[in-house]
Each structure stands twice: as C-alpha cells, then as structure tokens.
T-cell receptor, first 113, second 114 residues
C-alpha cells in the first residue's frame, strides 16, 4: 500500500550544527518527493522537492538526497538555526496519474541555542 | 499576494452535528486540495478540486464532501460528526493541476468534536 514514514520522531540539535532528517517511502513507483516544514499554529510550508531522476538537490541551507535503491529520502539542514525548529514532513507522489500527496507522519526538530 | 486563507480558524461542535469549512486560495490558483491532520494519522488527503470539479479523492467516508465555486474558493462539509473527526483541516492551493506545481497551505481550521 501507500505509506511514507520517518525513522525518527524527534531530533534535538545545537544551534549551528547540521541536521539530518530521514524518511523511508514504500512505493517504488513514486516519482516526486517534497519536504515540508510546519511550525506551530501554521500550515505546512514547502521547503524543497526532488524528482526521481535526480539523487541530490540543493537549496538555501538545505539539501535533499534521494536513494531509490533503498527507497530513502533525507533532508539536510546546514548551520541549523532556532527558526528551523518545527515538524518536518516528507511527501511522495505515486506515479501513474494519482495526484495526491502521501505524507509521512512527521518529525519534530528542536534547535537548542 | 495574500496567502491561502481558511475560516473559521477554530471550531467546536458536538457529535452528530455537521460543519462547513471554507478556503480561499491564492489569487490565480485554480486547484484546491483538502487534508486532515491528526496526531495519530498525520496528514491525510481528503480531496482535490479543480474548475469546480472533484478530481481526486482520498479514503474517507461519504460524510466528508466538498465543493468549489467559480472563483476557486472551496468549502468542505462533514456531516454527522464523530469524535474522531477532531483534527486540523488544511487547505492547499496551487496554480494548476499537476503535483509538480508547488502546493501552498493555509493555516488550517482546528475542529474539536465533543
């Protein structure tokens, strides 16, 4: 079935450290993946996306890595800041015409000053 | 440009009642999707509307319904509310169909069913 899950429910890091958030997906036919950030009291905010024909994509302070062999997705945040504290979700879109996003459960990142 | 807005932000209902939630997409966006977010199940897709037509539907019972108006604003309705319907209901809009279009989420409507 369709399912996207996260390896770690919580992650606590020190300000300035690099953070890595991992995600496993189950649908090998998925061809598009997205990371969202959700702060308390707000809706999810788009961070970065990656297509299945890529294995790495970089944004501002963020990098997404895709390993299709083991169906694993990760989000790397460089020089983590207190403002990065939030819940992070990965989402996938199954190939084949389905246009709904399948979200993971979410992982809470806490950045300690 | 204003973001996605949802009304009301908070709502308390009792079992058996029905509720209507509203979503105004970003100006120029024609696709609106609805999601339910709960601590136990996370974010789950409810349905998507485009050009006033439901284009995609998640695995929710028929008590959950929606519609879209000609100005792209959307409403969702939940009839015969159950305790388990307590959740944050999120609306997301995008300019056009196709998931490669970035979805922008509203702040959500938090529904509590007593």
């Amino acid at each position: 079935g369709e399912s996207v899950g996260l390896h770690l429910p919580t992650l606590s890091v020190q300000e300035g450290d690099n953070s890595i958030i991992n995600c496993a997906y189950s649908n090998s036919a998925s061809d598009y993946f997205i990371w969202y950030k959700q702060e308390s009291g707000k809706g999810p905010q788009f961070i970065i996306d990656i297509r299945s024909n890529m294995d790495k994509r970089q944004g501002q302070r963020v990098t997404v890595l895709l390993n299709k062999t083991v169906k694993h997705l990760s989000l790397q945040i460089a020089a983590t800041q207190p403002g990065d504290s939030a819940v992070y979700f990965c989402a996938e879109t199954p190939q084949g015409g389905s246009e709904k996003l399948v979200f993971g459960k979410g992982m809470k990142l806490t950045v300690n000053p | 440009k204003a973001g996605v807005t949802q009304t009301p932000r908070y709502l308390i209902k009792t079992r058996g009642q029905q509720v209507t939630l509203s979503c105004s997409p970003i100006s120029g966006h024609r696709s609106v999707s609805w999601y339910q977010q709960t601590p136990g199940q996370g974010l789950q897709f409810l349905f998507e509307y485009f050009s006033e037509t439901q284009r995609n539907k998640g695995n929710f019972p028929g008590r959950f319904s929606g519609r879209q108006f000609s100005n792209s604003r959307s409403e969702m309705n939940v009839s015969t509310l159950e305790l388990g319907d307590s959740a944050l209901y999120l609306c997301a809009s995008r300019r056009d169909r196709g998931l490669r279009e970035t979805q922008y989420f509203g702040p959500g409507t938090r529904l509590l069913v007593l």
